[in-house]
């Protein structure tokens, strides 16, 4: 899940956080971003921006993102070859359905100036990212898992474009926001290891990836993209606002889903399984 609306490619963290006294562990991560969301975390920021809301809210989940072993291999260019092959085909397939749900958000945005951001996000995800995507992944074995969508990729695309297509405009957008703004956040400190990576190495493959990341168009498009949501919070009624925060919570739960099933990965069940168990 890359943030789309620069012309560079933009995908890419580490402790041990607390919740009710206990430790955040590994094998409790898919029940964590599966229940704990935006509710009970305490707020860091106090700004009157609706957006800094947003990002307090998710504070358990994006420190738990933070320690991702994925994220951590990734910055360290130890990750595996075959998974980060396999982390690319994804992404690829998330970029097109995230292409379709910024299409649909500028199709509905309030005015043509906020529409024409949107779309050429869109275009960005469809045309640009998708090419180097693409580059990459002729250039390394394939993974032989990624043709089709992972339960998580195709859980977070569908929920997505369904947001952008049915909920109000202020709700999709808040849902499209942390695929910019996570990876803008990720890939700040992830450039910072990549540096040392490329001192020694400069044709590493992860640690180029990673350092596109400090690119500052990339990192214009995400300020632009809170400034619209903290428009439309603005003008929205208090229940939407309590509906884009609870989408911009299910959206970081997807965000770190994806990076962790990238390298934990959570096949389909087999159809052969299904039929023997019926």
Not at 10 to 36: D, F, S
Not at 59 to 64: G, S
Not at 161 to 173: C, L, Q, W
Request: glycine share 6%; proline share 5%.
């Amino acid at each position: 899940m890359e943030a789309t609306a620069s012309a560079s490619l933009a995908p890419y963290w580490h402790g041990v956080p607390r919740y009710g006294g206990a430790e955040i562990r590994p094998a409790n991560l898919m029940q964590l971003a599966l229940t704990k969301g935006c509710h009970g975390v305490s707020h860091t920021l106090s700004t009157d921006r609706f957006t800094d809301a947003l990002w307090d809210s998710t504070e358990i989940l994006r420190a738990e993102i933070e320690r991702l072993e994925f994220l951590e291999q990734l910055g360290s260019g130890t990750l595996p070859l075959d998974v980060f092959a396999y982390y690319l085909e994804q992404d690829a397939l998330y970029l097109a359905g995230y292409s379709k749900a910024l299409a649909l958000l500028a199709s509905r945005a309030p005015d043509p100036a906020t529409a024409a951001f949107w779309a050429s996000s869109a275009h960005t995800a469809a045309v640009v990212e998708t090419g180097l995507h693409s580059g990459i992944l002729a250039t390394i074995e394939p993974s032989g898992e990624g043709g089709e969508h992972s339960p998580t990729c195709l859980g977070y695309v569908s929920y997505l474009i369904a947001t952008a297509a049915t909920a109000p405009y202020p709700v999709a957008a808040a849902a499209i926001l942390p695929c910019f703004w996570i990876y803008a956040d990720v890939g700040a400190r992830l450039a910072r290891e990549a540096a040392d990576v490329l001192s020694i190495d400069p044709e590493h493959p992860y640690a180029q990836w990673v350092a596109t990341y400090e690119d500052e168009e990339f990192q214009s498009s995400v300020r632009t993209a809170r400034e619209l949501i903290d428009v439309a919070a603005a003008g929205a009624t208090e229940g939407e606002r309590a509906e884009m925060s609870h989408a911009f919570g299910i959206a970081t739960r997807y965000e770190l889903l994806f990076w962790d099933t990238a390298l934990n990965r959570r096949p389909w069940p087999a159809l052969a399984t299904i039929e023997g168990a019926s």
